[in-house]
């Protein structure tokens, strides 16, 4: 028998409940998410094939969709009690704030320097690249968090970090480069012409303001080029989904706790990995049968992988040095329009959550970038976090949803993930409070440039 427990503001975890494995959804899909493949012979990527690139451990995660838990390693779970568990707070200003009956949830993960969720996974990959006995990792970083997190997570491991930051975040946001910097690592703006595939990309496009495409195979370039380097990657692939499942299995736990069942989750999509790592353990119990949640992917409408991309293998990456990957994509060639979009600029989307959308075992909305920013605001007045602008796109649909049964008198539980904080995005802030922002949308000639990018293989 569950009694009625009142709900706090903050449902905290002690450090004995606090999760001690990962959860693999791919354990529990039926369709699994299609192979990476080897763009020269088309055939899946082997162990062997990925080894140049990625750490071995690493490898064995991404090719395993049999192991429905992975053990944290212990080093893991103690550099986790440093911000972990990240705060599941109850909205109440908020509901209080639209007058909804709806009942909303956040799960706060920018409570640690990175800003962000990304730590989740940085500490992880770091360990595992230290561990091989690795000298350093590349990576490439779009708005900065990721590569903020890596930094923090080598200079723990002492390993040294080479970052490739997308040109116009490292224009927008030199603060965000001093903080790398901060941490040891060295950031260098891209595409730049430290590398073959820079040079060939600033050839093509003079004064491109970059893509993290580009950024992507400048990185893996350099790790393929420096023995004892290996490259890493903050989003999209399936380990990293692994790792980012702490956030959901910590929810899942503090939620069942008290009783609380989510009806709705929502999370903003730029790779896929919050999200991907939120809903996890409920998607799991929706797989097998046991539950059912309504899941909503928000991405901004100026990049719309889910809602207008093709379900196609592709390029990750721009300058085509990577494995192809079948995933909901607007081509590796699409460069968005530089605006504010920040983490949520990559053409491509995480292979498993495309394969559950192609699935029907979640939908996706996109949201214009004002709309945004007139929810983020919203949320900052009253439940006093600065949220990032990624962020914000789940607080768009939560709260566009909490408005919904308000005049519907629907008490739905809402569970969205609040990523991170803004604070390095204080020049897209100041562009709204000016009247200065746009909501670029892509026309669908637009789009049709980066489709045409698209390899045509049939399989
Ligand atoms: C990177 C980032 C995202 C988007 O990445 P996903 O892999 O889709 O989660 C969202 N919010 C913040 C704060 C980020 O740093």
Redesign the pocket.
Known sequence: MSEKKVIPYKIYLEESELPKTWYNVRADMKNKPAPLLNPGTLQPMTAADLAPVFCDELIRQELDNDTREYPIPQEIQDFYKMYRPSPLVRAYCLEQKLQTPAKIYYKF??NNT?????LNSAIAQAYYAKKQGLKGVTTET??G??GTALSMACSYFELDCKVYMVKVSYEQKPFRREVMRTYGASVVPSPSDTTAVGRKILEQFPGTTGSLGCAISEAVEVAVSNPGYRYVL???LNQ?LLH?SVIGVEAKIAMDKYGVKPDMII???????????LIAPFMGEKLRGEADYQIIAVEPASCPSFTRGRFAYDFCDTGMVCPMAKMYTLGSGFIPAPNHA???RYHGM?SILSQLYHDGYMEARAVEQTKVFEAAEQFARVEGILP?P??SHAIRVAIDEALRCKETGEEKTILFGL??TGYFDMVAYEKYHDGLMTDYIPTDADLEKGFAGIPKIDL
């Open positions: 993960e920018g990175s800003g962000s969720h990304k779009g708005a968090q990721w903050g989003s999209v990293v980012q999370g903003c999509a730029g790779g896929g990995s919050n999200l991907g790592g920040g983490g949520l995480s990032a990624e962020s990523t991170g």
